[in-house]
């Protein structure tokens, strides 16, 4: 089976303009529509690349695909018989297969974990039952190498993150288990209030424990050592309101009215303390601590005093990718949205990608592209620039439907034949 490459682009015309107009006040958008207009208008420069047939994989209607490494698997949809379920394993740069297996978990919906070359890790929710379960299977040949009762996380130094629910006096565990073969690593009860991580580009490497009464744990993902603990909710913080980690930081929303307090991640020691009558809670935003409030309206402080930067009302919320926020302008009736990319350092407008449906990245340095429905069928495929904060066409695949992902240089769709296809996105 032949991977055929995309090639250059010629004579691509102009995606079609957003049917709804955007639902805030003119006035306050049109730098947006502006930046918008010259996105557009960039787009009609570019060309068109000769028709072509990309590398086909069977996939039944209603099929789970996932990317997993270098594999794209397919996944048997549920039909009468669950346990019958397979999964088939293609390689991503030609789409031949390598193996297929029975599907050990009876799950509706799987998700990958990546874990490099050291397995194919899938997870999902059992189909008849309340718990979620995880297998590692053997990349080279789809053998099972082991199966557990619990929901993976991410990756936490070489070992992988696996978390459990549970009910009334059972709260459920966190834990790492080596993902050769299952091995417990460490394992610690959540307690009655919030469980938060702190994602890297690769992985997770701070898990931090918080109840209502005030005591917060943080622990080294990989080791489970305990880096911090202390009781941080004063009577004045009460009721309790969110923790969540922010970079470097520990914010925590509480008190009446609500009070947003910074405390260092592996010594919460208190950084600074800002009263915020209608926060509800905190999360990164570049270089800076955004804090939700209610009714949308969006502050950024300062991570190191608290101080104010700049505050927002227009967005409903964002998205950070590379170095920019990303904003939805407007939700049409359909898959795609219009986005507009903000500096998160001014919350200023730094441009439009116009109206795509948004997959990527895959990973560190993965590429974001969009696609969208072309006149006449198939998809308008392009690049998202976080840098030119500009939308590059790349192709038109004549023959995808939909239902893409991004997978290294890969771009895997559905095809309108029900297939699955594999093109190579062009630099």
């Not at 306050?28 to 208008?41: D, G, I, K």
């Not at 701070?206 to 911090?228: M, N, T």
């Not at 407007?330 to 990319?341: H, I, K, Q, T």
Request: charge should be negative; charged fraction near 20%.
């Amino acid at each position: 089976m032949t991977l055929i490459d995309l090639g250059e682009v010629r004579d691509v015309p102009p995606p079609e303009p957003s049917r709804r107009p955007p639902r805030r006040p003119p006035g306050r958008l049109l730098p947006c529509l502006a930046v918008l207009a010259f996105a557009l208008a960039t787009l009609t420069a570019a060309t068109l690349p000769a028709e072509r047939v990309a590398a086909a994989v069977p996939a039944p209607p209603g099929a789970g695909l996932l990317v997993a490494g270098d594999l794209l698997l397919v996944v048997d949809p549920i039909g009468e018989r669950p346990t019958a379920r397979t999964v088939t394993a293609y390689r991503l740069d030609g789409g031949e297969p390598l193996w297929r297996v029975p599907l050990p978990i009876d799950a509706g919906r799987l998700w990958s974990v990546p874990m490099g070359s050291d397995a194919v890790v899938l997870t999902g929710q059992e189909t008849d039952g309340p718990g979620t379960s995880t297998m590692a299977l053997d990349p080279a040949t789809g053998a099972l190498r082991w199966r557990i009762p619990a929901g993976a996380v991410a990756r936490a130094g070489d070992g992988l993150l696996v978390q459990t629910f549970g009910s009334g006096a059972d709260r459920g565990t966190v834990q790492v288990v080596d993902p050769c073969c299952g091995t417990l690593r460490w394992r610690v009860a959540t307690p009655a209030g919030e469980v938060s991580f702190r994602s890297t580009d690769e992985d997770v490497d701070r898990v931090v424990f918080s109840d209502p009464g005030g005591r917060v744990e943080v622990r080294d993902a990989a080791s489970g050592a305990v880096l911090a603990a202390a009781d941080l909710w004063s009577p004045e913080d009460q009721p309790y309101g969110s923790t969540q980690v922010v970079g470097d930081l520990l914010v925590t929303v509480g008190g009446t009215p609500p009070t947003v307090t910074a405390y260092g991640l592996d010594r919460l020691d208190r950084r600074w303390r800002v009263p915020i009558g209608d926060a509800r809670y905190a999360t990164p935003c570049g270089p800076l601590v955004c804090v939700q409030s209610e009714g949308g309206r969006l502050r950024a402080l300062d991570p190191t005093t608290g101080t104010p930067r700049w505050t927002e009302d227009r967005w409903d919320g964002f998205w950070q990718l590379g170095g920019v926020l990303v904003t939805d302008l407007d939700r049409p009736a359909g898959p795609s949205a219009e986005y507009v990319l903000l500096d998160p350092a001014t919350g200023r407008v730094l441009g439009s990608w116009g109206q795509w449906e948004i997959t990527g990245p895959d990973g560190p340095g993965g590429r974001l592209v969009g696609t969208r429905l072309y006149p006449g069928g198939g998809l308008l495929v392009a690049e998202l620039d976080t840098t030119t904060h500009r939308a590059r066409p790349l192709d038109v695949l004549r023959e995808a439907a939909g239902e893409c992902q991004v997978a290294r240089d890969r771009l895997v769709c559905r095809r309108i034949d029900g297939t699955v296809g594999l093109w190579r996105l062009p630099r």
